[in-house]
C-alpha cells in the first residue's frame, strides 16, 4: 500500500479573504511580523498499490478532476 | 414550453424552484434526481435549484458537479437547450466547467442573506429579453460563497462577448465579486448561472415580481 499526500493551494493572485482573517487573527494573538497567510488542503489518501509511479499518475489525475479547482487552485502530489 | 428541475441531496431550493416554474409555465416543471443519466428530449430548460449539495463539501457544487445526471445536463447544454443555475446552481454549473470562473468564500466572510439590486447588463440574451438594457430589478441573495472569480483573460472575454448578464447595482455588492458580478452566461448563451434568487420574486404575495421575467424570457411565456 502506497500512502500519499495531496496539497492543494490557492493560485497566486487569487483573493484569500479566510487567508486573510486567520492573519489578522494570528496579529491579534500578538504574534508579530506575519506576513502573507494562505489557507489551503490537504488530502491524505492510501492507494493500494506497490508502483510509485502509477500512483503518482493516478493522484495527478484525481487532482485534476475533483480534488482541485484548477481555475482558482493549484495542487502538489507527495508520494510518502 | 417545458422545465425540467435536477435534484441533488442537500438543495433546498428546488421547491421555490417548482413553485416559480409552475407559476410561470402553468404546468409543474419535471423533477430529475442526480443518479439519471439522461434528460427526456422535450425538455426546453433544465434548472439546477439553490441549496448546499453534499453540505459544500471539498468546494461548493464540487461532487454535485460529478454526479450522473450533471453528464446528462452537459450532453443538453451542448445540443443548445437553456439551462440555468442559481446559487448553489451556479455554483455547480461552474464546477462542471458549462460557466467560466469560480465562486469564492465572500469577502465579508459572512453569510448574506439579504435583497440586493441588480443591473440587466445585457437584455439581448434568451434569460433577459424581458427585462429592458440597464433596468434595476430587485433580487434577494443568501450565500456564503458568491464572490466571483475570473483570471483577467476569462474577465476580459466575458465582458467583451457580452456575457455577463446582471451586476450588482447602486454599492449593493453583497460578497466582492469582481466587476460586480452577479450572473454570468455561456459564450453560446444559453446557460446562464447566477448567485441571487429570482425564483423568490414571482408573484405578488412574493412582494414583487422582478424575478418572472427571467422566467419568462427563459420559456418564451409573454407575461399577462
Known amino acids: ?80 | 414550453m417545458k422545465a425540467a428541475v435536477i435534484l441533488l441531496p442537500g438543495l433546498n431550493r428546488d421547491r421555490d424552484m417548482i413553485a416559480a416554474l409552475t407559476a410561470v409555465c402553468g404546468t409543474p416543471p419535471l423533477t430529475v434526481w442526480q443518479t439519471e443519466t439522461s434528460i427526456p428530449d422535450d425538455i426546453d430548460l433544465i434548472v439546477v435549484p439553490g441549496g448546499f449539495s453534499y453540505g459544500d463539501y471539498l468546494r461548493c457544487g464540487a461532487i454535485a458537479a460529478r454526479m450522473p445526471v450533471m453528464q446528462a445536463v452537459r450532453a443538453k447544454a451542448e445540443k443548445g437547450v437553456r439551462v440555468i443555475g442559481v446559487c448553489n446552481g451556479f455554483q455547480i454549473l461552474l464546477e462542471c466547467g458549462l460557466l467560466p470562473g469560480a465562486l469564492m468564500r465572500n469577502a465579508s466572510l459572512k453569510f448574506v442573506c439579504r435583497e440586493v439590486l441588480l443591473e440587466v447588463t445585457n437584455a439581448q440574451t434568451a434569460f433577459t429579453r424581458s427585462y429592458s438594457q440597464g433596468q434595476i430589478i430587485r433580487c434577494p441573495v443568501a450565500h456564503h460563497d458568491g464572490n466571483y472569480f475570473a483570471d483577467p483573460q476569462t474577465l476580459a472575454a466575458l465582458e467583451n462577448n457580452d456575457q455577463v448578464a446582471f451586476r450588482y447595482a447602486r454599492g449593493t455588492n453583497p460578497n466582492g465579486s469582481i466587476n460586480d458580478i452577479a450572473g454570468i452566461v455561456n459564450k453560446q448563451g444559453n446557460v446562464l448561472g447566477m448567485m441571487p434568487h429570482p425564483e423568490n420574486l414571482i408573484e405578488a404575495a412574493h412582494g414583487g415580481v422582478d424575478g418572472r421575467g427571467l422566467f419568462e424570457s427563459a420559456l418564451g411565456v409573454v407575461s399577462a
Not at chain 1, 492543494?8 to 511580523?33: C, M
Not at chain 1, 506575519?34 to 491524505?44: H, M, P
Not at chain 1, 509511479?53 to 508520494?79: C, H, P, Q, R, W
Request: charged fraction near 25%; charge should be negative.
Open chain 1, 1 to 80: 500500500m502506497i500512502k500519499a499526500r495531496v496539497t492543494v493551494t490557492l493560485k497566486n493572485g487569487v483573493l484569500d479573504p479566510q487567508g486573510k482573517a486567520i492573519g489578522h487573527a494570528l496579529d491579534g494573538l500578538g504574534f508579530s511580523g506575519v506576513g502573507l497567510v494562505r489557507q489551503g488542503k490537504v488530502f491524505d489518501i492510501e492507494l493500494e498499490t506497490s508502483d510509485r509511479a502509477a500512483a503518482e499518475a493516478e493522484l495527478k489525475a484525481m487532482s485534476e478532476k475533483l480534488l482541485a479547482n484548477t481555475v482558482i487552485e493549484d495542487f502538489s502530489v507527495e508520494v510518502i
